[in-house]
Structure formats: C-alpha cells, structure tokens
Nanobody, 115 residues
Framework: QVQLVESGGGLVQPGGSLRLSCAAS????????MGWYRQAPGKQRELVAR???????NYADSVKGRFTISRDNAKNTVYLQMNSLKPEDTAVYSC?????????WGQGTQVTVSS
C-alpha cells in the first residue's frame, strides 16, 4: 500500500511554468508505474504522463515537448515539470501509482492557467 500527496499547484499565466511534486509514503523503488492524471471541468480524466522504475516515459500528445516527468527513488518522490502552460492545461492534477493490480491516488492539486 502507498499513500500519495501532491503539492505545487497554483495560478499561473499562459506561457508560465509550474513543478508538481508527489511524495509517496513508502519506497517507490519497486513501483513499476507512476504517473500523473488530470481532470478538467466537464472533461474525462486523462493520463498526462507516466514513468517506469527504469526511467522510461510516456506522454499525452497534448503535452509532449512541454511537460517532463521524473522520479527520485531516494526521496520517494515523482515530479511533473510543466512549461509553456496553456489555458487548456487547467485541471486538477492527481498523482497515480499501481501496486499488485490496485490503483492508488493522491488528493489532487489544482492548476489554473489564466491571465
């Protein structure tokens, strides 16, 4: 079992940057997949980025070239660096992991991109 706590959300202008952090309650060394989902108002939740224990990454087409996911196993933390933010990036961002076939979710952090 793992508990996940996100931080780093907030209000930013278009073109700005934010870095989200996800702190896990246990070692993530053995957690193969960790990632970030987001859900915008009136829209279905979507996978934004995913990273394996070996560092392989996958991104949604809408964020490729702008977002970077990384993990620091020593700190039990996963990050999402978001650059060149657009208004359509506005959403609640949630950290996600899977263990033994069960999904785990953080509480979510609000990201608002607006002038």
């Amino acid at each position: 079992q793992v508990q996940l706590v996100e931080s780093g959300g907030g209000l930013v202008q278009p073109g700005g940057s934010l870095r989200l952090s996800c702190a896990a309650s246990r070692s993530i060394f053995s957690v193969y997949f960790m990632g970030w989902y987001r859900q915008a108002p009136g829209k279905q939740r979507e996978l934004v980025a995913r990273i394996t224990s070996g560092g392989s990454t996958n991104y949604a087409d809408s964020v490729k070239g702008r977002f970077t996911i990384s993990r620091d196993n020593a700190k039990n933390t996963v990050y999402l660096q978001m650059n060149s933010l657009k208004p359509e990036d506005t959403a609640v961002y949630s950290c996600w992991s899977t263990l033994a076939g069960q999904d785990y979710w953080g509480q979510g952090t609000q990201v608002t991109v607006s002038s």
